[in-house]
């Protein structure tokens, strides 16, 4: 039996409490369990009528409107759970059960507004929901933006009965919710919540139930938001999943005495904070085991103000479920300054390699890499070296010498950019290109970030495949169990990182967290500089602009490449005006994140034609070969995922505040559609 698949059997683990619906409920009925369906976070089903052959005769079997729950992204991916579908929709995160097979609303809950939850940039971010049993009656669970935990009947959407403790405002309910800020240890107000001078916490996405134990993480104001230096630390929490008391507390900036806090070197870890886990969390309930992924410390790009390492700043760390005690952790980026962020949740696999049967975990990133461990150990499965990289020229600002590099399997995206990484198809492109460059200071993956008033003149600092590229939350990676396949889109999105004076910072992010302003801070409103453009209009850099790429994960080989979606237009045309050869331009692919599923018969990807129509394409799993395409309603993104029921697959698309249903057409005559 593969260990990750939660089974009815879990129910003796936690002595007859708690039950653990199985995936599989009945022949006619395959679950979506988790927002990546399994804890593993594989974003695989083992549903099977949809195939090659009739790929093509998908249509809308019904759409869901969430904008009267005031839904805008679509970053939430429904729970499919003993034949209901749960979601969370708008900034107020509505908690939504869905009719599965026409499409209905079957309840809702809102929380009551609280100022506290004004405040939250993650407010749309849910992302979907926690689920589990406790005697046999279905619970979901979710964490709110004002930092609240509620856990509902599944049948009726009711707070709990004698769950969790009254929080003191009024219009909450008096049980079923759980006050996560008073769980920190900061000084509150329960409806304003920590004051902004101290710092902000909110949540993107939803915890986890790891057998009696509700895992929460959480996320704070955007690090290049900010240009104050204090905040607080996104601590992880966990709770009784039966009572919802309070049960551990594991501080993500180690306080004395802890591993680690010899790594904030400037007594920081008193006054900063941030290093959230505001992707989602994954786990091997086996091993009780809980797998937590962090962003960096306080303000992206620069931390003069926190010398030292900073553990655990952008990193995965294995706790153990029942205690929150630290199993094991591995630091992805020294001192992160360059938002290398870890967006996504940690992937699962029991893998073969050189003949050693390896309970792995993968953490893909912004860097391009696959980060690859065993799961219980710790032990990287291939090495991970550190290696020299350039220093800061940024006054205050020490970086780490090193920073570790993945040996294998080979990057899914360019790291780093050279001359060499610009588009060269006509000598004239290339010298445009060129030109375009000269304010900007090229370098490789760990290229630091320079100030406005450096003394060469430059403009700003290449950052590639940026804090925006590599793996991204909108395009989690999937996987199939089964064969150790895993499946990784990337695109590059290139930033431009420049450092302005604190102060002058400080004024374009109104509202800020803390009081003491840093050296250095962002020197644009929006996430950082964005690189030159090409005068033609298209990317600085050469093609492909976005690419799926399949990894057999036992070897660490990969098996394809392919780019997502086609050429646009209006790159194809920049292309053949400058006389360029099209066959060696290529499909160029989108640039853009795509959404996949993987099935037990193909992988399916949403992503533009040319002509920027929506497209689903189906895609073989060993070769990376088309095997069906179609017309999709909307544009999607943030997720897919497929499931079956009554007999009958559905794949489902995140379509901005919809959630669009596809299906064969005899799943709409057994519902009586027709």
């Given at each position: 039996m593969n260990t990750l698949t939660v089974k009815r059997s879990l129910l003796g683990l936690v002595a007859g409490l708690i039950a653990l619906p199985t995936l599989v409920n009945a022949q006619d009925s395959i679950e979506w369990y988790t927002l990546g369906n399994d804890y593993a976070h594989t974003r695989y089903t083992a549903a099977d009528e949809i195939t090659k052959d009739n790929f093509s005769d998908l249509e809308v079997a019904w759409e869901w409107d969430g904008a009267s729950f005031g839904a805008v992204s679509g970053r939430s991916t429904p729970s499919y759970i003993d034949g209901k579908l749960f979601t969370v929709a708008g900034y107020n995160r509505h908690v939504v059960a869905i009719d599965p097979k026409t499409g209905d609303t079957i309840w809702s809950y809102r929380e009551p507004q609280t100022?506290?939850?004004?405040?939250?940039?993650?407010?749309?971010?849910?992302?979907?929901?926690?689920?589990?049993?406790?005697?046999?009656?279905?619970?979901?669970?979710?964490?709110?933006?004002?930092?609240?935990?509620?856990?509902?009947?599944?049948?009726?959407?009711?707070?709990?009965?004698?769950?969790?403790?009254?929080?003191?405002?009024?219009?909450?309910?008096?049980?079923?919710?759980?006050?996560?800020?008073?769980?920190?240890?900061?000084?509150?107000?329960?409806?304003?919540?920590?004051?902004?001078?101290?710092?902000?916490?909110?949540?993107?996405?939803?915890?986890?139930?790891?057998n009696d134990t509700i895992i929460v993480g959480n996320s704070a104001e955007q690090g290049y938001h900010q240009a104050r230096i204090e905040n607080v630390p996104g601590d992880i929490l966990g709770y009784d999943v039966r009572t919802g008391d309070f049960k551990w507390k594991f501080n993500v900036i180690p306080k004395p005495g802890e591993y680690g806090h010899e790594t904030w070197e400037n007594d920081a870890w008193e006054w900063t904070g941030d290093v959230s886990s505001w992707a989602p969390l994954s786990a091997d309930p086996e091993n009780d085991l809980v797998y937590i992924p962090t962003n960096s410390a306080t303000i992206d790009y620069y931390g003069g103000f926190r010398p030292g390492d900073n553990l655990y700043g952008a990193s995965i760390i294995a706790l153990d479920a029942s205690t929150g005690e630290r199993a094991w952790h591995f630091q992805f980026v020294h001192h992160e300054i360059w938002n290398f962020d870890t967006p996504t949740a940690p992937l699962l696999l029991d893998l073969n390699v050189d003949g050693r049967d390896i309970p792995a975990v993968v953490q893909a990133?912004?860097?391009?890499?696959?980060?690859?461990?065993?799961?219980?150990?710790?032990?990287?499965?291939?090495?991970?070296?550190?290696?020299?990289?350039?220093?800061?020229?940024?006054?205050?600002?020490?970086?780490?010498?090193?920073?570790?590099?993945?040996?294998?399997?080979?990057?899914?995206?360019?790291?780093?950019?050279?001359?060499?990484?610009?588009v060269d198809f006509t000598p004239e492109l290339k010298a445009q290109a060129l030109e375009a460059m000269e304010d900007y200071v090229m370098g490789g993956l760990f290229n630091p970030p320079i100030h406005a008033d450096n003394p060469d003149g430059k403009y700003a600092a290449m950052n590639c495949?940026?804090?925006?590229?590599?793996?991204?939350?909108?395009?989690?990676?999937?996987?199939?169990?089964?064969?150790?396949?895993?499946?990784?889109?990337?695109?590059?999105?290139?930033?431009?990182?420049?450092?302005?004076?604190?102060?002058?910072?400080?004024?374009?992010?109104?509202?800020?967290?803390?009081?003491?302003?840093?050296?250095?801070?962002?020197?644009?409103?929006?996430?950082?500089?964005?690189?030159?453009?090409?005068?033609?209009?298209?990317?600085?850099?050469?093609?492909?602009?976005?690419?799926?790429?399949?990894?057999?994960?036992?070897?660490?080989?990969?098996?394809?490449?392919?780019?997502?979606?086609?050429?646009?237009?209006?790159?194809?045309?920049?292309?053949?005006?400058?006389?360029?050869?099209?066959?060696?331009?290529?499909?160029?692919?989108?640039?853009?994140?795509?959404?996949?599923?993987?099935?037990?018969?193909?992988?399916?990807?949403?992503?533009?034609?040319?002509?920027?129509?929506?497209?689903?394409?189906?895609?073989?799993?060993?070769?990376?070969?088309?095997?069906?395409?179609?017309?999709?309603?909307?544009?999607?993104?943030?997720?897919?995922?497929?499931?079956?029921?009554?007999?009958?697959?559905?794949?489902?698309?995140?379509?901005?505040?919809?959630?669009?249903?596809?299906?064969?057409?005899?799943?709409?005559?057994?519902?009586?559609?027709?």
């Open positions: 100022p506290r939850a004004n405040y939250s940039m993650r407010a749309d971010y849910g992302k979907g929901v926690a689920y589990t049993e406790i005697d046999g009656r279905g619970v979901v669970i979710i964490v709110s933006p004002a930092f609240f935990l509620t856990a509902l009947d599944a049948d009726t959407g009711i707070p709990l009965e004698d769950w969790g403790a009254p929080v003191g405002i009024e219009g909450f309910p008096n049980s079923g919710v759980v006050d996560l800020i008073a769980d920190l240890g900061h000084p509150y107000d329960p409806y304003e919540g920590i004051p902004l001078e101290t710092g902000y916490i909110t949540s993107s996405s939803p915890p986890i139930v790891v990133t912004k860097q391009g890499w696959l980060y690859s461990f065993d799961r219980v150990t710790g032990e990287p499965i291939w090495p991970i070296v550190e290696r020299p990289v350039p220093p800061s020229i940024v006054p205050g600002e020490v970086l780490s010498p090193t920073q570790p590099h993945v040996t294998w399997p080979e990057p899914y995206a360019m790291q780093g950019i050279s001359e060499d990484d610009l495949p940026g804090g925006a590229g590599g793996v991204n939350i909108t395009s989690p990676p999937v996987a199939d169990p089964n064969t150790g396949m895993m499946y990784v889109n990337s695109h590059t999105a290139c930033f431009a990182l420049r450092l302005i004076p604190g102060e002058e910072a400080d004024l374009l992010f109104p509202n800020s967290t803390g009081t003491t302003t840093a050296q250095y801070a962002n020197g644009v409103p929006g996430a950082t500089a964005r690189p030159p453009r090409h005068p033609t209009g298209i990317p600085i850099w050469k093609p492909p602009y976005s690419t799926i790429t399949g990894y057999d994960m036992n070897t660490g080989e990969k098996r394809f490449e392919i780019p997502t979606g086609e050429t646009p237009a209006r790159y194809a045309e920049v292309f053949e005006a400058a006389g360029a050869d099209m066959d060696e331009v290529g499909n160029t692919g989108t640039g853009a994140l795509v959404p996949m599923v993987a099935t037990a018969n193909m992988l399916v990807y949403s992503d533009q034609a040319s002509d920027g129509t929506p497209m689903l394409w189906a895609i073989d799993k060993d070769s990376g070969e088309i095997i069906g395409e179609i017309e999709a309603p909307a544009r999607s993104s943030y997720g897919m995922s497929s499931w079956t029921h009554d007999g009958h697959q559905y794949i489902m698309l995140q379509t901005a505040s919809k959630l669009t249903a596809l299906a064969l057409p005899a799943a709409q005559a057994a519902s009586g559609a027709y």
